[in-house]
């Protein structure tokens, strides 16, 4: 076997897609059903904003998300402190998240086994509940909980544990997307409204569990049915499915090359920590390993993989921990009061992974508490 693909996520679809088909390769996954249950807010920014979000990104075709993948598509965020509400244009793709992974990963012509548990990873060899593979290069794209990170000593990186209901009947604004702070709710993370269309939503929180001593599914029931500024939108809705996660909130992996082995999405912390967004940078992080490999099989470096990651993500994705260390900064004192100071600009800014000169301007004197 040429290439393993080891989870089939968002990363290992889009690894899968950009493989050549001159290689042996498999993609293997637990789910009996890729892609489901779906564990996120199933948003991704459209192609303008991730050109704000990745500058100088190689290929923002990425982002031209099919229709046949859109449950629903927003145009603005409503942000709301529990004390202001700051109203800004973003565009985002509302996707069926299970139906892209499963479209993408079929479509790119390898071969997925599914139902395939990985056990372990020793001495290049992946032993998985079906079998041990011996791969000339392995692609972990196994998520947040990575056996094989694990097992290679690279998994040190800090989680967030999440929640989310989809709820039917929701009675808010079907092109906005609802983001909420407040300790009341979601201690040093956010909850969210994401209207899927026809009156159904994701609604979630994310939980660390350092900020508060309840547990993420008395927060998110709060926030359902007692929060002012999220119940007024829930009081006829239904809850349809339930799910829970972790996320990585940390900086990423300074390297993602092991040997043979690449990590590629949550497996490497690459995500954007202060929003927990994952699906757009394990999209670029799938296809840029698909392509390393494709290289390295003609004769490149699989080292290359690290140069071009942090090329394109590495600065967005730092500038994110950043954001996310002050605001921690800020809950831990009881200082997230002073978010009110903030413009809507300043807010739709630090979404696209920016420090906003208010922020620049304070935070060499915060960075002395960091």
């Not at 139906?99 to 395939?116: N, R």
């Not at 079998?131 to 967030?160: H, M, T």
């Not at 300790?183 to 009156?199: L, Q, R, S, T």
Request: net charge positive.
């Amino acid at each position: 076997m040429d290439v393993v693909v080891a989870g089939v996520g968002i990363a290992g679809a889009f690894a899968l897609r950009s493989l050549s088909n001159e290689l042996s390769v498999i993609g293997i996954d637990k789910r009996e059903k890729l892609g489901f249950p779906v564990k996120c807010g199933e948003i991704i920014p459209t192609r303008k904003e991730m050109e704000s979000l990745l500058p100088g990104l190689y290929d923002y075709s990425l982002f031209d998300i099919p229709k046949r993948f859109e449950s629903n598509r927003t145009r603005r965020v409503c942000f709301n402190t529990g004390k202001r509400e700051f109203w800004f244009d973003f565009e985002f793709h509302v996707v069926r998240r299970d139906e892209m992974i499963q479209t993408v990963a079929l479509e790119s012509g390898h071969k997925v086994e599914t139902k395939t548990v990985i056990r372990g990873f020793r001495d290049g060899r992946l032993i998985t509940s079906k079998g041990i593979y011996q791969p000339k290069v392995l692609l972990a794209c196994d998520g947040a909980n990575s056996r094989i990170a694990k097992d290679l000593g690279f998994w040190k990186y800090e989680l967030s544990s999440a929640k989310q209901y989809v709820m039917k009947g929701v009675e808010c604004e079907e092109d906005t997307v609802y983001m909420f702070i407040g300790k009341e709710i979601a201690p040093g993370a956010y909850a969210w409204i994401i209207p899927k269309g026809n009156g159904y939503a994701n609604v979630g929180v994310g939980f660390r569990r350092e900020f508060s001593n309840e547990s993420v599914h008395i927060a998110l029931e709060r926030f359902v049915r007692d929060y002012p500024y999220s119940s007024c939108f829930l009081k006829r809705a239904e809850i349809t499915s339930k799910i829970g996660a972790v996320v990585p909130i940390d900086r990423p992996l300074n390297k993602a090359v092991k040997g043979n082995v690449l990590f590629a999405g949550d497996s490497a912390s690459m995500i954007i920590s202060h929003t927990g967004g994952g699906i757009p940078i394990a999209m670029v992080a799938g296809d840029l390993a698909g392509k390393v490999v494709n290289s390295y099989f003609e004769g490149g470096s699989l080292e290359e993989y690290d140069l071009l990651w942090k090329k394109y993500l590495y600065e967005p994705l730092k500038k994110a921990y950043s954001i996310r260390r002050l605001w921690d900064f800020l809950v831990r004192n009881d200082l997230l009061k002073l978010i009110n100071l903030a413009s809507a600009r300043d807010i739709e800014e630090i979404l696209h992974c920016k420090i906003p000169l208010k922020l620049r301007l304070l935070y060499p004197l915060l960075s002395l508490f960091l």
